[in-house]
């Protein structure tokens, strides 16, 4: 019985450590005009930080109302995933305000308001195993009633690391050079609509 308790103590203080290990760290993102064009628009961010992604949550905010034609999706690493589709009609007439988590038991409303957290339609978990360095794009499709000028207010990305997680900073000439990539991908995306 002895050595019963000491194997489930043992077991219990390694459990306890690795979780210990866990980190979660939040990334605030720029907004950006005039996401509702009629071609696919990016928004991005870079991550310097590197380490295993074990969850992943997204929060954004988008105004005036009449988002609600508006598909969000989330790109990174040759993945993307549908966190929104648009509504096909007026029914979804309101502004997102919304933190999307796949452990959230809501489902995304189909009318009103957008507002609170709530499951993506398709799984953030899709990015979980995945090294969280490099380029991250929020886009955004319009292809009901696009040019009503949509604004995006601000993004963030919340990510929780295994115990590889190395916070690293990103110098200011880098900062510079991932603007121009930025711009750059920018006109590419505005040349190929």
Do not use: C
């Amino acid at each position: 019985m002895k050595k019963l308790a000491i194997i489930l103590s043992s077991l219990f203080l390694m459990l306890s450590a690795s979780a210990a290990h866990a980190v979660t760290v939040t990334y605030d993102f720029a907004g950006m005009n005039d996401i509702d064009d009629d071609i696919e628009t990016f928004a991005n961010g870079f991550i310097a930080d590197s380490g295993t992604i074990l969850d992943v949550n997204v929060a954004f905010q988008i105004t005036p109302e009449y988002a609600g034609d508006i598909s969000v999706f989330l790109n990174f690493n040759g993945t993307s995933i549908t966190l929104i589709s648009a509504a096909e009609d007026d029914v979804l007439d309101a502004y997102y305000d919304v933190v999307l988590d796949d452990e959230s038991g809501n489902s995304l409303p189909l009318s009103g308001t957008i507002d609170g957290t709530f499951a993506p339609e398709e799984a953030l978990s899709a990015f979980d195993s995945m090294n969280a360095n490099g380029l991250w794009s929020l886009s955004f499709l319009d292809t009901y009633e696009p040019g009503e000028d949509n604004t995006l207010l601000g993004w963030s990305l919340e990510i929780t690391y295994g115990d590889d997680y190395i916070a690293r900073e990103v110098s200011a000439p880098a900062s510079l050079g991932l603007l121009g990539l930025g711009l750059a991908g920018f006109g590419l995306a505005r040349r190929r609509g």
